[in-house]
């Protein structure tokens, strides 16, 4: 029994000599090493969109008669899209043609009148003129006066009447004109056009439906505007400024990099996803490109000769420029507070200050590690 007592005890004490030593030999660790020709860029999610989308309608309600394109093709600024069934409307334009023909009719004849009145007064004021001089030296009786007098005022009133009823017919056949005018609008209405050289993206209507007013009948977008839109974390758009380059990769084509860059910025952030939208146009991109399809960016915003990159999962309290981390000093694991700048889209922050002179820094992060621990560096991280 005491001799079993003593291997066990021997065995306990070997144990405890064993962690002692596990724990306390020097922890091999690797270190970060500068690299040199680092880019700094930052990861986007989004989708090929169009800065110029249109839904197009009619301005009046009507039953579609006809529609001359579909979706997928392209048309030129002006063409015929779809047209409304135009009977009633010729009926109105018809009668606003004949409206506007007999108010220049009636018009011509007031026109025509006017020079008659108007040589009637000049008669009349002439023939008062004699008979008043005549009265004046008794050759005339004052009768004969009174009465060119009053051939005269009625010469004038009808003169007034004439000018007057020129003006009303005037009016008349302005308004008949501005009826044919609108009337002419509503019937060129019943044809809806391309506002631009566009594609066709979807048809939402057929030949036969009634549609309302501003109705959408097609959406359509000018193919010159296609871009693509990203969202990039809010804690990362410092970074970004217009002109920056990026490179995009559609889901369409995952094996090939297309050449972009930033056009835009948005102004408001999501405030439940925290993301700022982003913009950049596309110079080499497919001929055919698909709204909605996701996309991938990647926006260069810097570049360094030399940085020591350091993964942000080994910072400890990173707040985005500043945190600690461990490091290697005096042979020993040590944490210090370090100043962070830029990242970069593999997750890594450039280590911009705070390491201590002749110390390196512990990457990646091993187990066992604590302040004091002594150490073995082994390597370099890759």
């Given amino acids: 029994m005491r001799k079993s007592r003593i291997v066990i005890g021997g065995i306990v004490v070997a144990l405890v000599a064993g962690i002692w030593v596990l724990r306390h030999r020097p922890l091999p660790v690797r270190v970060l090493a500068p690299e040199t020709d680092v880019t700094l860029r930052i ?35 002006g063409q015929a899209l779809a047209q409304l069934h135009p009977e009633e409307q010729q009926a109105k ?18 026109e025509a009148a006017l020079p008659r009145a108007q040589a009637v007064l000049a008669q009349r004021a002439a023939a008062d003129t004699r008979q008043q001089e005549l009265a004046r030296t008794d050759r005339a009786s004052k009768q004969s006066a009174e009465e060119t007098q009053r051939d005269l005022a009625v010469a004038r009133a009808d003169l007034a009447v004439a000018e007057a009823d020129l003006a009303v017919l005037r009016a008349q056949a302005e308004e008949a004109g501005a009826n044919l005018r609108s009337a002419r609008t509503l019937l060129e209405k019943h044809v809806l056009s391309a506002p631009y050289d566009a594609l066709i993206i979807a048809r939402k209507a057929e030949a036969g439906t009634v549609v309302k007013a501003g109705d959408t009948i097609f959406s359509l977008i000018d193919p010159k505007t296609i871009w693509i839109q990203a969202y990039i974390d809010e804690e990362r758009a410092g970074q970004l ?142």
């Fill in 93 to 110: 334009v018809a009668q606003a043609e004949a409206g506007l023909a007999a108010a220049q009719a009636a018009l011509a004849k007031a």
């Fill in 43 to 77: 990861y986007g999610l989004g989708t090929v969109e169009a800065r110029v989308l249109s839904a197009v309608g009619f301005e009046l309600a009507g039953a579609v008669e006809s529609l001359a394109v579909d979706a997928g093709d392209r048309v030129a600024a």
């Fill in 241 to 382: 400024a217009l002109g920056q380059p990026g490179t995009i990769r559609l889901r369409s084509h995952p094996q090939q990099e297309f050449s972009g860059e930033l056009v835009r910025i948005g102004l408001e952030s999501d405030r439940v996803n925290e993301e700022r939208k982003i913009w950049l146009s596309c110079s080499d991109c497919p001929a055919e490109m698909f709204l909605g399809e996701q996309a991938e960016v990647l926006v260069t915003t810097g570049h360094r000769d030399r940085a020591l990159m350091l993964p942000e999962s080994e910072i400890t309290g990173f707040d985005g420029a500043s945190g600690t981390a461990w490091i290697a000093r005096d042979g020993t694991l040590a944490r210090a507070a370090l100043r962070f700048g830029a990242r970069d889209d593999l997750g890594r922050a450039e280590v911009t200050g705070g390491l201590p002179e002749g110390a390196q820094i512990v990457s990646p992060v091993p187990a066992g590690a604590a302040e004091g621990r002594a150490l073995r560096v082994e390597g370099r991280a890759p």
